[in-house]
């Protein structure tokens, strides 16, 4: 009886496998898996003469130009190549590029009015500046490590997907917004020449370079951007800006915006500080023992130290409220403004190396010159030099062989009785400028 049960169960399941494989059989088999559609990019261009792309990558790349010419085909490696074309007349024309392994493309000045770089994902490197772009839509490109998108006319921008950007440069676009906060690898941006009523930098710690110039911001924050040695934020309406924690900070230009007060004391890299068109009363730079360059005119100083800027080649401070000006051990500079003061005295006898010097619409009644040789440019009107003065001066002034060296004397009360060809025989040219 059990035998008999078990002879029919196995029966019954010799069957059902059976008709199972005679099942399976009927079910065809699966298709291939489809070839991985081509990597294309495609732009759209008008423009009349030669438009200029640059490719890297490897394997080969196809361009088709869009006008019934021969396709190119170019041989890709780790150098950029350069591939041009000549359009006549001005028409639409779509560039396609074919490439499989394309990771970088310059297509800028090519009057584009539309780009799509969305089925090349391998793209890690996109300049596309100065075009006529009003949309860019990079969402799909995840390896971009650095987006060249400036000079547009671009009224958004979504770079909240490309996590790898190292570099970001969007600058005089329309944006009004700028969201950065996941871009955490980011070490350079430039977003200068917008509507950006704001910018949040807090999570970009890894930031060296910051161009935010020429836009609506009227605070900015960079207290956590401890790695900026550059930060270009002038032309603002900016009313404070607090730079204590950027400790590596070589280059600070904060001009034209509203600040009263500047504190760069523990900024002691700084090499060049332009805060020129600003409300600044005073700025204390005896810190600051390696700048080179310090513009800040057009402020409100009564008083600037430089005793201790020994490295300064330029300085530019005309157009304050300074009574004295002491450069005597500043032995490097080169470019000396100090117009539009109330000096009534300036020794340059131990600034050798001048070859400009601006002292303008001052209260000086004499000035030396004959230390310095190297001197072309010297414009002293609107002072107070009589003709014995503007006589003297005229004798301190060096005869070296320097191409066009030129004096300025307007505006002072010996200027119509100064004898001129003192200066002349001496290879001098009276300016009225």
Same mark, same amino acid.
């Given at each position: 009886?059990?035998?008999?049960?078990?002879?029919?169960?196995?029966?019954?399941?010799? =069957?059902?496998?059976?008709?199972?494989?005679?099942?399976?059989?009927?079910?065809?088999?699966?298709?291939?898996?489809?070839?991985?559609?081509?990597?294309?990019?495609?732009?759209?261009?008008?423009?009349?003469?030669?438009?200029?792309?640059?490719?890297?990558?490897?394997?080969?790349?196809?361009?088709?130009?869009?006008?019934?010419?021969?396709?190119?085909?170019?041989?890709?490696?780790?150098?950029?190549?350069?591939?041009?074309?000549?359009?006549?007349?001005?028409?639409?024309?779509?560039?396609?590029?074919?490439?499989?392994?394309?990771?970088?493309?310059?297509?800028?000045?090519?009057?584009?009015?539309?780009?799509?770089?969305?089925?090349?994902?391998?793209?890690?490197?996109?300049?596309?500046?100065?075009?006529?772009?009003?949309?860019?839509?990079?969402?799909?490109?995840?390896?971009?490590?650095?987006?060249?998108?400036?000079?547009?006319?671009?009224?958004?921008?979504?770079?909240?997907?490309?996590?790898? =950007?190292?570099?970001?440069?969007?600058?005089?676009?329309?944006?009004?917004?700028?969201?950065?906060?996941?871009?955490?690898?980011?070490?350079?941006?430039?977003?200068?020449?917008?509507?950006?009523?704001?910018?949040?930098?807090?999570?970009?710690?890894?930031?060296?370079?910051?161009?935010?110039?020429?836009?609506?911001?009227?605070?900015?924050?960079?207290?956590?951007?401890?790695?900026?040695?550059?930060?270009?934020?002038?032309?603002?309406?900016?009313?404070?800006?607090?730079?204590?924690?950027?400790?590596?900070?070589?280059?600070?230009?904060?001009?034209?915006?509203?600040?009263?007060?500047?504190?760069?004391?523990?900024?002691?890299?700084?090499?060049?500080?332009?805060?020129?068109?600003?409300?600044?009363?005073?700025?204390?730079?005896?810190?600051?023992?390696?700048?080179?360059?310090? &513009?800040?005119?057009?402020?409100?100083?009564?008083?600037?130290?430089?005793?201790?800027?020994?490295?300064?080649?330029? =300085?530019?401070?005309?157009?304050?409220?300074?009574?004295?000006?002491?450069?005597?051990?500043?032995?490097?500079?080169?470019?000396?403004?100090?117009?539009?003061?109330?000096?009534?005295?300036?020794?340059?006898?131990?600034?050798?190396?001048?070859?400009?010097?601006?002292?303008?619409?001052?209260?000086?009644?004499?000035?030396?010159?004959?230390?310095?040789?190297?001197?072309?440019?010297?414009?002293?009107?609107?002072?107070?030099?009589?003709?014995?003065?503007?006589?003297?001066?005229?004798?301190?002034?060096?005869?070296?062989?320097?191409?066009?060296?030129?004096?300025?004397?307007?505006?002072?009360?010996?200027?119509?009785?100064? &004898?001129?060809?003192?200066?002349?025989?001496?290879?001098?040219?009276?300016?009225?400028?």
């Amino acid at each position: 009886m059990i035998a008999s049960v078990k002879k029919k169960f196995f029966k019954a399941a010799l =069957l059902l496998v059976l008709a199972a494989q005679m099942g399976y059989a009927q079910i065809p088999p699966p298709p291939p898996p489809p070839t991985p559609a081509p990597k294309v990019m495609t732009m759209t261009t008008a423009k009349e003469g030669e438009v200029r792309i640059t490719l890297r990558g490897s394997g080969t790349a196809t361009i088709n130009w869009g006008d019934g010419s021969s396709r190119q085909t170019v041989k890709l490696s780790e150098n950029e190549s350069a591939h041009s074309h000549h359009y006549s007349g001005k028409m639409n024309r779509t560039i396609t590029i074919t490439g499989e392994n394309i990771t970088y493309l310059t297509c800028r000045y090519n009057e584009l009015t539309r780009l799509d770089v969305s089925r090349n994902v391998l793209l890690s490197e996109l300049d596309c500046v100065d075009n006529q772009l009003t949309r860019l839509d990079v969402s799909r490109n995840v390896q971009l490590t650095s987006l060249a998108c400036g000079s547009n006319q671009l009224t958004s921008l979504d770079v909240s997907r490309n996590v790898q =950007l190292t570099v970001l440069y969007c600058g005089n676009n329309q944006l009004t917004s700028l969201d950065v906060s996941k871009n955490l690898q980011l070490a350079e941006l430039g977003c200068s020449d917008n509507q950006l009523t704001s910018l949040d930098v807090s999570r970009n710690v890894q930031l060296t370079g910051l161009g935010c110039y020429s836009n609506q911001l009227t605070s900015l924050d960079v207290s956590r951007n401890v790695q900026l040695t550059l930060l270009y934020c002038l032309d603002n309406p900016l009313t404070s800006l607090d730079v204590s924690k950027n400790l590596q900070l070589a280059e600070l230009n904060c001009c034209y915006n509203q600040l009263s007060h500047l504190d760069v004391s523990r900024n002691v890299q700084l090499t060049n500080l332009d805060c020129f068109n600003n409300q600044l009363t005073s700025l204390d730079v005896s810190r600051n023992v390696k700048l080179a360059k310090l &513009r800040c005119y057009n402020n409100q100083l009564t008083s600037l130290d430089v005793s201790r800027n020994e490295k300064l080649t330029s =300085l530019i401070c005309w157009y304050n409220r300074l009574t004295s000006l002491d450069v005597s051990r500043n032995l490097q500079l080169a470019e000396l403004g100090c117009s539009d003061n109330q000096l009534t005295s300036l020794d340059v006898s131990r600034n050798e190396q001048l070859t400009k010097l601006f002292c303008y619409n001052n209260q000086l009644t004499s000035l030396d010159v004959s230390r310095n040789t190297s001197l072309k440019i010297l414009g002293c009107s609107g002072n107070r030099f009589t003709a014995d003065a503007l006589n003297t001066l005229f004798g301190s002034l060096h005869g070296n062989a320097i191409a066009d060296k030129t004096i300025n004397i307007n505006n002072n009360p010996g200027t119509n009785d100064a &004898r001129r060809s003192i200066a002349t025989n001496k290879g001098w040219t009276f300016v009225d400028d």
